[in-house]
């Protein structure tokens, strides 16, 4: 079986305007190179080689030049491009023709991660959970502005989107992997108040079926989506490059 890759790199980062008005959030500079590159190099490090890329309507056509077929990266790019913004769901969701049978591992394209995924990859490959999410520690200030994991031992109970008294500073972050069975699961979505499909319906999906796993991220994660987290996303790289 093939492990294939999807990155997300749509939306429309209201949280970089303005930004965002002339250039795709995902190709903003992290240090020495664009964002979008950070979440390609960590698939590519898991050994996956065939990665969709699904992004937006707009700049679309900047992702596509800067990218190219993938020959540059070493690995194989096939593209979607996401008509609105309707949730991380619904650009997963645009994946499943690429999928077809195989399992996969999607990544927010404004993530950076510095563990190396391949041996979590590598056990959902050969494990029978339906979903594998990565779970890391952070402040408690971060944890109410993300998806929190209630943790019983090892095991997520339920995960909490953006609570305002966070039960635990783990947070999931924006690295999922799944069976084909998810786009079953996406159909069957409702949109939240904010109009949106939610990521953390699907992992609370998984988690009652008793079919979702969680890995501990060791080293940092970070989330480079607004403009404070954008500065200290490039001096924290920056300093590790030193």
């Known amino acids: 079986m093939t492990i294939r890759g999807v990155v997300l790199a749509g939306g429309n980062g209201s949280r970089l305007l303005p930004l965002t008005r002339s250039m795709n959030k995902h190709l903003l500079p992290v240090y020495d190179k664009p964002m979008i590159y ?3 190099e960590t698939l590519k490090r898991a050994g996956i080689k065939d990665i969709l890329v699904v992004t937006g309507t707009h700049h ?32 997963i969701g645009l994946a499943e023709d690429f999928v077809g049978s195989d399992k996969f591992v999607s990544i927010n ?5 510095f563990d190396d995924i391949k041996p ?11 979903s594998r999410v990565l779970i890391y520690e952070t402040t408690r200030e971060e944890a109410q502005k993300a998806g929190v994991a209630v943790l019983e031992g090892e095991k997520v109970t339920q995960v909490i989107e953006k609570p305002k008294n966070p039960p635990t500073n783990w947070v999931v972050v924006g690295v999922y992997m799944y069976t084909p069975d998810v786009f079953k699961v ?20 998984y988690i009652k079926q ?3 796993k969680a890995s501990k991220l060791k080293k940092q994660w970070l989330d480079a989506g607004s403009f404070d987290e954008l500065l200290r996303v490039n001096r924290i790289v920056g300093e590790k490059k030193q």
């Open 210 to 212: 008793n079919s979702l």
């Open 109 to 113: 394209g404004d993530n950076i991660l």
């Open 120 to 130: 979590f990859v590598q056990e959902f490959e050969k494990g029978n959970e339906k």
């Open 38 to 40: 950070y979440p390609i």
């Open 60 to 91: 679309a056509g900047a992702i596509f030049n800067l990218l190219g077929s993938g020959k540059d990266f070493g690995v194989k790019f096939t593209y979607r491009v996401q008509d609105e913004a309707g949730g991380i769901p619904q650009a």
């Open 186 to 205: 996406i159909k069957n979505l409702k949109p939240s108040q904010r109009g949106e499909l939610e990521i953390a319906d699907i992992h609370n999906f």
